[in-house]
T-cell receptor
Framework: NAGVTQTPKFRILKIGQSMTLQCAQD?????MYWYRQDPGMGLKLIYY???????DKGEVPNGYNVSRSTTEDFPLRLELAAPSQTSVYFC????????????FGPGTRLTVL | QKEVEQNSGPLSVPEGAIASLNCTYS??????FFWYRQYSGKSPELIMS????GDKEDGRFTAQLNKASQYVSLLIRDSQPSDSATYLC????????????FGTGTLLAVQP
């Protein structure tokens, strides 16, 4: 199993550009999450999904959108990128059954200039 | 507002010593607690989970939970330089979504 994968690893955007961060998992997990992590800060939840077709906002959803058309994939869309979105983005997944453990992908480091 | 608090450190310990990392949480609804290790430039890696009051041991790691005091700790015995990392404490929100709230992490430096 590859676990949780994310692409790209790094990206530089200009202000106002858009992009999609890709996330996929092969563990058949129902729950998936997007976080951002700013330097010296903890992880902040952007959006989450409890299954295909179901998404909901987390703590910091402004400027982002998500979709969940399959169990495996959970892309994060940035529209009109702003310097405040410079961050490291992590995708995570967990099983609906069991003990709430979340497993993280390797992250995408995004810089908006 | 749900919060998880950690001392940012750095916590410096000599090689072979016990490192003690602490965390408090604000929401009594939280039932599940997790410790993640994050090396610089890498993603968080789950190292311990704990759900019941008391101690849970796994190799050199011991997690401790006291729900009455809303306190979670992680002990690392025989600390090694390779343990140097940021340790993130997390608590679940409650409910069926498995959402977690994270502390800002404690930086541990193990001195050879």
């Amino acid at each position: 199993n590859a676990g949780v994968t994310q692409t790209p690893k790094f990206r530089i955007l200009k202000i106002g550009q858009s992009m999609t961060l890709q996330c996929a998992q092969d563990m058949n997990h129902n729950y998936m999450y997007w976080y951002r992590q700013d330097p010296g800060m903890g992880l902040k939840l952007i959006y989450y999904s409890v299954g295909a077709g179901i998404t909901d906002k987390g703590e910091v959803p402004n400027g982002y959108n998500v979709s969940r058309s399959t169990t495996e994939d959970f892309p994060l869309r940035l529209e009109l990128a702003a310097p405040s979105q410079t961050s490291v983005y992590f995708c995570a997944s967990s099983s609906r059954t069991g003990n709430n453990e979340q497993f993280f992908g390797p992250g995408t480091r995004l810089t908006v200039l | 507002q749900k919060e998880v608090e950690q001392n940012s450190g750095p916590l410096s310990v000599p090689e072979g010593a016990i490192a003690s990392l602490n965390c408090t949480y604000s929401d009594r609804v939280s039932q599940s607690f997790f410790w993640y290790r994050q090396y610089s430039g890498k993603s968080p890696e789950l190292i311990m989970s704990i759900y019941s009051n008391g101690d849970k041991e796994d190799g050199r790691f011991t997690a401790q939970l006291n729900k009455a005091s809303q306190y979670v700790s992680l002990l690392i015995r025989d600390s090694q330089p390779s343990d140097s990392a940021t340790y993130l404490c997390a608590a679940n929100y409650g409910g069926a979504t498995n959402k977690l709230i994270f502390g800002t992490g404690t930086l541990l430096a193990v001195q050879p």
